[in-house]
């Protein structure tokens, strides 16, 4: 997994402009032996203009069949990863993630040999954000695209896909049927029912 700072997912990702890129968000809540033959959404984003080519929806194995010398991104659901942060004082991105799993061991219920962590930039202050997630989830993520032979650029939280405006610190939502997807910093955010977004939005704006 990678922790980006994606400003949208309308935009390509920061990557060198040669091929078009693959975007695909799968599902939450899906059983992971079903990964292959369930709904997500993706769409192909030209390599030297911002915007997507339209947002198509089918199983992952029809998104699979838009791959061929495309670039991969994917972004997984949020529910499922945990967004946190660690300072470590080093400057050395590999010793801050080699410390990142023992430092956040008594924040976490699971085992730490049983997770995934993947650090995000320095930031201003020292410290560098977190992903945490199950590694038997990033297994069963890339497995289809391990049996097809096809590199992923990334996988990324699906909350980190959404706006975010350095400048006026506002929040984004997506809005779905039975959930909301909230952006709430450059590195934060959460899911939460539909019918919670607004107790959600006054403890981020108590005035």
């Known amino acids: 997994m990678q922790l ?16 078009e890129i693959l975007y695909i968000r799968l599902p939450s809540g899906v059983p992971l032996d079903a990964l292959i033959a369930a709904p997500v959404e993706f769409a192909v984003a030209a390599a030297d203009r911002p915007g997507l080519n339209g947002v198509e929806h089918g199983t992952l194995e029809a998104a699979l ?11 997984v659901p949020g529910a499922d990863v945990r967004l946190t942060s660690v300072t470590v004082p080093t400057k050395q991105a590999s010793k801050v993630l080699q410390a990142a799993p023992y430092q956040l061991e008594e ?3 699971e085992d730490i040999d ?5 650090l995000g930039p320095r930031q201003a202050d020292g410290s560098h ?25 990334a996988l990324v939280p699906d909350t980190l896909a959404l ?11 997506l809005c779905e049927a039975e959930q909301v997807v909230v952006r709430n910093a450059p590195y934060s955010g959460f899911y939460c029912a539909p019918d919670d977004l607004t107790s959600y939005l006054l403890m981020g704006d108590p005035d």
Not at 8 to 17: A, G
Not at 114 to 118: D, G, I, N, S
């Open 114 to 118: 049983t997770l995934h962590f993947a």
């Open 65 to 75: 069949q838009q791959a061929a010398n495309r670039r991969l991104i994917v972004f």
């Open 163 to 173: 706006p975010w405006d350095n400048d006026q610190h506002r929040w984004s939502a």
């Open 129 to 153: 954000p977190v992903a945490v997630v199950a590694d038997n989830l990033m297994q069963a993520w890339t497995a289809p695209f391990r049996e097809r032979g096809l590199r992923l650029e």
């Open 4 to 19: 980006q700072n994606l400003t949208s997912i309308d935009q390509p990702y920061r990557l060198s402009r040669v091929r």
């Open 107 to 109: 924040q976490l219920a």
